[in-house]
Structures are given as structure tokens and as C-alpha cells.
């Protein structure tokens, strides 16, 4: 994973719990790469996941409860990061339905070595969007936090369904996103 999603992650453990907890969290997940990320390096995965993990038993807050708290926050960075994104972007769905094909291709341009996972969309009606997350790497909770910050972001009224597709991991699952009418 890119060295952002690991800055903007320890940011929010620091503004959250404190600089000691992100210390502490550090510390115990035994990383790698010692914890001294840069934006611009790329980590292992494995490591996002033991940090989440010990931020987990630390706080006492479930894993998958940290893992979208952390995707409603970073939407809310890539809103003052990638401004471009946002232009003539009206709507929930709109934005979500460009992840695909132009988002996260314009992503793979700037960082040619970032993973990113793939989604595949369905629109059964006008006020209905379904998206199918599949990645080599288990962050559906992730997605589902991403998602939320989305909707957050456009003050729309919209509820998500998830089903999982691989519940061993969280690697795949399937959003049923409802406009309220
Ligand atoms: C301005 C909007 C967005 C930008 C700039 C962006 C960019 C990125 C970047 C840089 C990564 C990290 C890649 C890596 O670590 O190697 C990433 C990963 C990811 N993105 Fe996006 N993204 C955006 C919106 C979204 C949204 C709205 C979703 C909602 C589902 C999403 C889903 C994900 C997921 C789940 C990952 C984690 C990797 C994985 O699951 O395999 N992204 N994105």
C-alpha cells in the first residue's frame, strides 16, 4: 500500500486516541519498515492490518469499526487532495460509479506500483447502485468506510446493504446502495 493510506491512517489514531497510542500501536505491530513511512514509499498491506489490529485490542474497538472509520476519514482527505476528482460531480452515485474507470486509473498513473482493488456496478433502477468490491487484499470494511464518506460528503440521504462474498476474509463483497424517495 501506498505510504499516504499509512500517514493519513497514524494521523487519525493521533487526532483520535492520542501520539502515544500511535506510538504504542508502532511499537507492537513489530513492522517491517519500523513504522517511518513517507508518502511516496509503499508497504506491505500485512502491515496496515497488524496496526488496525493492536489499535483494535489498545481501544477496544472492533476491527471493522476502526477499518471504516478510517475509510470515512481518508475520503474526507482525498476531498482536499485530489480536487479534480470532485469537479462537476454531483451526486453519490456519480462519484462511486467513477472509481473504476477514471478514479483509481488516474491513481495507477501517479503511482504506477499502488494496489488497488476492483469494482463492478449495477444500476437495478434510478435510486439503486450496486457495487461489487474485489481486491487481493481483505479491506471490504475499508470500502464500506470509503462508501459512508462518499455519502457524508454529498449530504445525501442513502443507506448501504452489504453482503459478504467471501466472509473468511473480506476480500469481496457486494453494496446495495438505496437513495431515500
Ligand atoms: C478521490 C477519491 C479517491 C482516490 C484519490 C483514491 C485513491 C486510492 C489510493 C491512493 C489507494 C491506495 C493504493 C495503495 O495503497 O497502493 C486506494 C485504495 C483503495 N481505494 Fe480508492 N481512492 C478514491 C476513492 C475511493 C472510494 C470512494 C472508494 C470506495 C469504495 C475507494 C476504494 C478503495 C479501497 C477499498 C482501497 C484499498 C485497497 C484494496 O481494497 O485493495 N476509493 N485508493
Not at 37 to 65: C, F, I, Q, R, W
Not at 93 to 107: G, P, R
Not at 149 to 167: K, M, Q, V
Request: proline share 4%.
Amino acid at each position: 500500500m501506498k505510504g499516504m493510506v499509512f500517514t493519513e491512517f497514524l494521523e487519525m489514531v493521533e487526532d483520535e486516541f492520542g501520539w502515544e497510542v500511535a506510538d504504542e500501536i508502532i511499537e507492537e505491530s513489530n513492522l517491517p519498515s519500523g513504522g517511518a513511512y513517507t508518502s511516496v514509499g509503499t508497504y506491505p498491506h500485512t502491515e496496515m492490518v497488524s496496526l488496525v489490529v493492536n489499535l483494535s485490542k489498545k481501544t477496544e474497538v472492533a476491527v471493522p469499526d476502526l477499518l471504516k472509520a478510517y475509510g470515512r476519514y481518508l475520503f474526507k482527505r482525498f476531498n482536499d487532495a485530489y480536487g479534480t476528482f470532485f469537479e462537476n460531480v454531483e451526486s453519490t452515485f456519480d462519484f462511486l460509479q467513477k472509481i473504476e474507470n477514471y478514479i483509481h486509473v488516474e491513481v495507477l498513473k501517479l503511482y504506477p506500483e499502488a494496489e488497488l482493488p476492483s469494482f463492478d456496478y449495477e444500476r437495478p433502477s434510478e435510486n439503486q447502485l450496486v457495487m461489487f468490491y474485489k481486491s487481493e487484499r481483505p479491506f471490504a470494511d475499508f470500502a464500506e468506510g470509503l462508501i459512508q464518506g462518499c455519502i457524508l460528503h454529498f449530504g445525501e440521504s442513502i443507506t448501504i446493504e452489504r453482503e459478504d462474498l467471501n466472509e473468511a476474509n473480506g476480500s469481496e463483497a457486494k453494496f446495495i446502495l438505496s437513495k431515500a424517495v
